[in-house]
């Protein structure tokens, strides 16, 4: 069995339907068929885009394709493409400013959670406000900076893409839901409201967790093992 395939009969213990309720069942019985081996990679990779298209709830719903290695999920994209040329210093998101955490809250329109595993920020920004002041992206910064933490509304558009070429990208999750890994350096860049994806704004990102709570997407990056990180993931408050 390999890796993609023990992922899949993992995924499927644990994901729970919204309105399908049989497709675990189903899901599995495709597992069992009897596939011919050069196709059964195609098959799974299949049966995984059916599965988080099916299962996953409204405003979290994933779209992934294993054989073009692209992953959507709470406002994130993650494929393998290779990473474009990253040169100079990365410019800071839009309109992108220092404020204090309660002004901060004040500034977004969701509430904002600190893990408790790393206690206040050092320091907190707000980035990209709507025509009303609301700002889409909060931003707490650790350790002088090297650990980050994102909070965003991804439930509808796209905020961060990364490329993973060369990364590892892993199934896993945080408080019983769906979360993903993205172990080791990969590329990433801010997609703005329009869609438009900033390639000034691209940088060589850390490894990363990426998983939602409560209607808010979060993106914690930094020098931290997966352990340590659903470690974090898990203390927020």
Sequence with gaps: MDDLERELRDL??????????????????RLDAPVP????????????????????????????DAV??????????VDSAPAPPLTGTPSPLPAQRHVALAEAQRQVRFPIRVPSRLGAPERVLVADPDGAGGHRVVSLLYRGGTVRLDAFDGSLDIVF?????????????VGGEFAIWVGGPHALAYVDRSGTERVATARLSAA???WEQGGV??????ELTREQALDVAASLR
């Design 208 to 210: 990363t967790l990426i």
């Design 68 to 77: 073009t290695g692209l992953l959507r999920f709470s406002g994130v994209v």
């Design 12 to 29: 499927t213990g644990w994901l729970e339907p919204a309105r399908t309720p049989d497709v675990t069942a189903r899901v599995r019985a």
């Design 161 to 173: 893409h990364k490329r993973s070429l060369g990364a590892d990208v892993t199934l896993t999750q």
């Design 37 to 64: 081996r050069r196709r059964r990679r195609y098959v799974l990779a299949a049966v995984l885009a059916a599965l988080l298209v099916a299962a996953l709830p409204p405003g979290r719903a994933a779209l992934a």
């Design 217 to 222: 997407s979060y993106r914690l990056e930094g």
